[in-house]
């Protein structure tokens, strides 16, 4: 099996670095346009089934990659790909957060496993109901690709976990909006064999000077 695993495109709040998490943002212009980069970029790829969270970002994203597709797919919506809950930090910017929650932001930034946000969920939580959604789709479906439309985090966890990154190193993978990852799954093994790819490039080469947010 292979997977395509993508981060859905940009929202305005993306763009101004404001907590997302299971609020429902919807795709700003630049976040459709790089929808639509993925989709050209894949409607070669004869996908069997796509996946995507429930959140509206990465649902109309996964709409736009349907619409490029030959065979056109009903959109699964898996609950357990939804973005972290940030809780309290939920549409509070990226700098109010810091200055409001400076010891929490800071744990955060070194070890963010070990805190949970308060009215939130942890790492740990969201880890755990992602990956059971993934095992669940990997064991039990008969399609040889598919297409999963997610969040920063959620991805982020996803390859940690396939990666045995230590939680240390969760900052050291970058997910840029719309960027695409693939993954193998083969004789009950997961291996990375793309990362973080930009589909305007016909190589996906990952771009090394976005932000991360």
Not at 31 to 56: C, M, N, T, V
Not at 117 to 140: C, D, H, M, V
Not at 179 to 193: A, G, L, P, R
């Given at each position: 099996m292979?997977?395509?695993?993508?981060?859905?495109?940009?929202?305005?709040y993306?763009?101004k670095?404001?907590?997302?998490?299971q609020?429902?943002i919807?795709?700003n212009?630049?976040?459709?346009?790089?929808?639509e980069?993925?989709?050209?970029?894949?409607?070669?790829i004869?996908?069997?089934?796509?996946?995507a969270s429930?959140?509206?970002r990465?649902?109309?994203?996964?709409e736009i990659i349907n619409k490029?597709?030959?065979?056109k797919?009903?959109?699964?919506?898996?609950?357990?790909?939804?973005?972290?809950n940030?809780g309290?930090w939920?549409?509070?910017?990226?700098d109010?957060v810091?200055n409001?929650?400076?010891k929490l932001?800071h744990?955060w930034?070194i070890?963010?496993?070990?805190?949970?946000?308060p009215g939130?969920?942890?790492?740990?939580?969201?880890?755990?109901r992602?990956?059971?959604?993934l095992?669940?789709?990997?064991?039990?479906?008969?399609?040889?690709i598919?297409?999963?439309?997610?969040?920063r985090?959620?991805?982020?966890?996803l390859?940690?976990?396939?990666?045995?990154?230590p939680?240390t190193?969760?900052w050291?993978?970058?997910?840029?909006t719309?960027c695409?990852?693939?993954?193998?799954?083969k004789?009950k093994?997961?291996t990375?064999?793309?990362?973080?790819c930009?589909?305007?490039v016909?190589d996906?080469?990952?771009s090394a000077?976005?932000?991360?947010f």
């Amino acid at each position: 099996m292979i997977i395509y695993l993508i981060r859905h495109g940009q929202t305005e709040y993306n763009d101004k670095s404001i907590f997302r998490g299971q609020l429902d943002i919807p795709l700003n212009s630049y976040g459709i346009s790089q929808a639509e980069s993925i989709g050209r970029a894949l409607k070669a790829i004869s996908f069997d089934a796509i996946y995507a969270s429930p959140l509206i970002r990465a649902k109309k994203t996964a709409e736009i990659i349907n619409k490029y597709q030959t065979k056109k797919l009903s959109i699964n919506v898996e609950n357990n790909f939804t973005d972290l809950n940030y809780g309290s930090w939920q549409a509070k910017s990226h700098d109010e957060v810091k200055n409001n929650y400076s010891k929490l932001y800071h744990e955060w930034e070194i070890s963010p496993y070990n805190i949970k946000i308060p009215g939130g969920e942890s790492f740990y939580e969201a880890q755990k109901r992602s990956w059971q959604a993934l095992i669940k789709i990997t064991n039990s479906s008969k399609d040889r690709i598919i297409c999963i439309v997610s969040h920063r985090v959620i991805n982020k966890l996803l390859i940690s976990k396939i990666l045995g990154i230590p939680k240390t190193g969760f900052w050291k993978i970058k997910q840029d909006t719309g960027c695409i990852n693939i993954i193998e799954y083969k004789d009950k093994k997961f291996t990375v064999i793309k990362l973080n790819c930009n589909a305007n490039v016909s190589d996906f080469a990952g771009s090394a000077d976005s932000a991360d947010f």
